[in-house]
């Protein structure tokens, strides 16, 4: 009998590594939040796209990603009837989109082939855990049943759908159903931190204010009162989450879009805008700079102008291709999606 350890990166892998539970380990590398993310009922394809986006952000070439993907699923499909996969992720939005793909690719194995999957109830971040600390969490491991399996594929194909309105209406199903909000609340619950996450994707819409996503806000925001270095900026930002989800490159390329635009949102304080360094380039003279706000970022602050109507958008979330002509805005008072169109 094998188990397998599933996880969300290599700091966990490494926490993980040193707590000497039995069995093997596995990073499920991905930041579903940012970029194109199709349905996976194609593996080929799902691959393939994911390794384009990555390698149109400098962040790992296109080859080395779909290699690096390949491998990774080969390894969960090894898992096999007799065999135990342990879910180890965290409450935040990174990991519940890691841990619902996960869920719906073991779902769609017929049930005499899927493994035992249990999931070790962590309300907390893993990488900073100390190595004693996770042998209690996997004694407490709780298994999953098929109604959680049916909410996470649910979830997922709604995240992956092209258009948002399913992820609403399963989000809002998911509260309903799962009334615990963390682990330690009720001993049966499996996916406690899953609704949060997916009202944070859902966030991520521009909003019905100023055109502005959840993250863009908090970045203005941390800026009204005036130029920070990017790394302090970075740390505000954070500071704004309930879990931190958001990685230093993802963040950089945000704050990228805010700037490298026809009406510039943030620049350097000589005025010049922010370009997101390529990850196998020295990073740190980009992390030491001060940005600012400009006079139209304080009116996108104060909702007295729009992003969206004044310099356009283009970008993925999840499988949602938002375009000027076709996008969706997120109404944050009434918590609904509104269609909008240039």
């Not at 073991?106 to 309300?123: G, Y």
């Not at 004694?139 to 996470?152: E, H, I, M, N």
């Not at 805010?258 to 510039?264: E, G, I, K, Q």
């Amino acid at each position: 009998m094998l188990t397998l350890h599933l996880t969300n990166g290599d700091h966990a892998v490494t926490a993980l590594a040193r707590s000497g539970l039995p069995g093997d380990l596995l990073s499920w590398r991905d930041m579903l939040h940012d970029g194109p993310v199709p349905s996976d009922h194609d593996l080929a394809a799902f691959r393939r796209v994911r390794g384009e986006f990555l390698a149109s952000r400098g962040w790992q070439s296109q080859s080395s990603a779909v290699a690096d993907f390949a491998e990774r699923d080969a390894r969960l499909d090894g898992v096999g009837a007799t065999d135990e996969l342990v879910l180890w992720f965290e409450p935040d939005l990174f990991d519940q989109l890691q841990l619902i793909q996960v869920m719906a690719r073991v779902a769609r194995r017929p049930l005499d082939e899927r493994p035992t999957v249990t999931i070790a109830p962590a309300d907390c971040f893993l990488g900073p855990l100390q190595p004693e600390k996770f042998v209690p969490l996997y004694d407490a491991r709780r298994k999953v049943t098929a109604g959680d399996f049916a909410l996470a594929s649910a979830a997922w194909d709604a995240f992956t759908a092209e258009t948002p309105e399913a992820l609403l209406a399963v989000t809002d199903r998911i509260d309903r159903e799962v009334r615990a909000r963390a682990y330690a609340y009720d001993d049966a619950v499996r996916l406690p931190h899953l609704a949060p996450a997916l009202r944070r994707q859902l966030e991520e819409y521009p909003d019905t204010q100023a055109g502005l996503s959840r993250c863009e806000r908090q970045l203005c925001e941390a800026l009204s009162p005036g130029a920070l270095p990017l790394a302090k900026l970075f740390a505000a930002h954070q500071s704004a989450e309930s879990w931190v989800w958001l990685g230093d490159w993802s963040f950089a390329w945000y704050v990228q879009r805010l700037s490298d635009c026809a009406h510039p949102l943030v620049t350097h304080v000589n005025g010049s805008r922010v370009i997101a360094p390529l990850r196998d380039t020295d990073g740190k003279a980009f992390w030491e700079r001060t940005v600012q706000l400009t006079p139209l970022g304080q009116d996108m602050v104060r909702d007295r102008a729009d992003f969206v109507k004044v310099n356009g958008i283009d970008r993925w979330i999840g499988g949602v291709y938002n375009t000027t002509s076709r996008h969706w805005r997120w109404d944050p008072h009434h918590y609904r999606l509104i269609p909008s169109s240039a």
